[in-house]
C-alpha cells in the first residue's frame, strides 16, 4: 500500500485502492448500526503522523447520503435556528453544503467515529493504532425517504412466501402451477405422462 507524504503538513494520505476498500468496509458497518444511514462516498483519507495530540488522528473527507426525515427531526433536536437547509447549498465539487458537524452533537459523532475506526482498524494500512477518526467534517446529502415504500414491500413479499409453500414433487411428479388449500398455496403436482 502506498502512502503519500505531504511533509509541510505532516499528513500521510493514503491511495486509491485503500480509500475504496476502506469506503466498503465503512458502507457495510454503517448500514448496520444505523437506520438512517443510506450510503458512503470517500473522497480521501488522511492520517496525522506528526500530531501534537497524543495518537494517529485520521481524518475523512467524503460525503455520508442519509434520510431526509432523520435529518429534519436531528435538526430541531439539536436546537438549530432557522428552517432545515436541506441540500440547498450543497455542492459536492465546491464541498459546501451541511457538514456532519453542524447537524449532530459530540456524542452521535462520538458513535460514528467508533464505526470509522473500527473499520479502519480492520482495513489496517498502517501498523499504529489510530486514536481518533475525525468525521465531523463529512458533508451530507439528504435523500428522501424510500424505506417506508421499502418496508411495505417487504412485508407484501414475506406474507407471499409464507402463505407459498415451496415444496417438491414427489417423485413420478411434475408442478402444474399452483392450487389453495386451507388459505396457504401449494404446488399442484400431477403425475408424468408416459410417452
Same mark, same amino acid.
Given at each position: 500500500m502506498e502512502l503519500k507524504e505531504d511533509?509541510?503538513?505532516?499528513?500521510?494520505?493514503?491511495?486509491?485502492?485503500?480509500?475504496?476498500?476502506? *469506503? /466498503?468496509?465503512? #458502507? !457495510?458497518?454503517?448500514?448496520r448500526k444505523f437506520?438512517?444511514?443510506?450510503?458512503?462516498?470517500?473522497?480521501?483519507?488522511?492520517?496525522n503522523t506528526m500530531s501534537p495530540w497524543e495518537g494517529i488522528h485520521v481524518f475523512y473527507l467524503g460525503v455520508l447520503n442519509v434520510d431526509e426525515n432523520w435529518g429534519k427531526k436531528m435538526w430541531?433536536?439539536?436546537?438549530?435556528?432557522? *428552517? /432545515?437547509?436541506? #441540500? !440547498?447549498?450543497y455542492d459536492f465539487d465546491k464541498y459546501s453544503g451541511v457538514l456532519l458537524n453542524e447537524l449532530l452533537g459530540s456524542k452521535m459523532i462520538s458513535e460514528i467515529s467508533e464505526v470509522f475506526?473500527?473499520?479502519?482498524?480492520?482495513?489496517?494500512?498502517?501498523?499504529?493504532?489510530?486514536?481518533?477518526s475525525r468525521v465531523g467534517r463529512l458533508l451530507l446529502h439528504f435523500d428522501e425517504s424510500k424505506k417506508?415504500?421499502?418496508?411495505?414491500?417487504t412485508i407484501k413479499r414475506v406474507l407471499k412466501q409464507q402463505t407459498e409453500l415451496k415444496e417438491r414433487c414427489?417423485?413420478?411428479?411434475?408442478?402444474k402451477g399452483m392450487k389453495t388449500?386451507?388459505?396457504?398455496?401449494y404446488p399442484n403436482c400431477v403425475k408424468k405422462k408416459k410417452k
Open positions: 511533509k509541510h503538513y505532516d499528513f500521510l494520505f493514503l491511495d486509491y485502492k485503500f480509500t475504496k476498500g476502506l *469506503e /466498503f468496509v465503512i #458502507n !457495510r458497518l454503517m448500514s437506520d438512517w444511514f443510506n450510503s458512503f462516498k470517500l473522497n480521501s483519507v488522511m492520517v430541531i433536536e439539536e436546537g438549530q435556528y432557522g *428552517e /432545515f437547509p436541506g #441540500n !440547498r447549498d475506526n473500527f473499520a479502519f482498524r480492520g482495513v489496517r494500512p498502517i501498523e499504529d493504532e489510530p486514536r481518533v417506508e415504500d421499502n418496508l411495505q414491500e414427489w417423485k413420478g411428479y411434475t408442478q388449500m386451507f388459505g396457504k398455496r
